[in-house]
């Protein structure tokens, strides 16, 4: 019988003839360092998306609340990602998947009025070419 090894850490295998890996953690480290570039960016993305929609959420437990910007940054919010917007009179909120939040200056204090996604939200259709964006 022909010997076969660890595609990823080289020890022996025992057992299945068709084996290739010694365990479950192997298995995820080849399959991680394998995967195309394109794929790790997302993954990386999502990652920080899904820290963002936990900020938000930790922060705004009941509907609606007011963090100072930096609080959140320190935290790891990254302002730059974000699922989807809402035009809004004064602005856009700014969503990541069901809660968002509207950039607001307080006292010169830069602010993020955070809320959860209201029903009628959902009713939205904008011309992203009709939005206007300032630096």
Known sequence: MKMKFCLSCSKELVGRSDKKFCDTEC?????????????????????AL????????????????????EVLI????????FTHMYPFKTGAYFFCYEFGYLPIKENGVDKMLIVHQQEYMNNLT???W????TK
């Open 27 to 47: 298995r995820s480290t080849y399959h991680n360092t394998n995967r195309p570039l394109h794929e790790i960016s997302i993954q990386k993305i999502n990652s």
């Open 50 to 69: 899904r820290k963002n929609r936990s900020l938000l959420a930790h922060f705004c437990p009941s509907g609606k609340s007011t963090v100072k910007k």
């Open 74 to 81: 320190k935290q790891g919010y990254r302002i730059d990602l």
């Open 126 to 128: 904008y011309n992203p």
């Open 130 to 133: 009709s939005i206007k964006i």
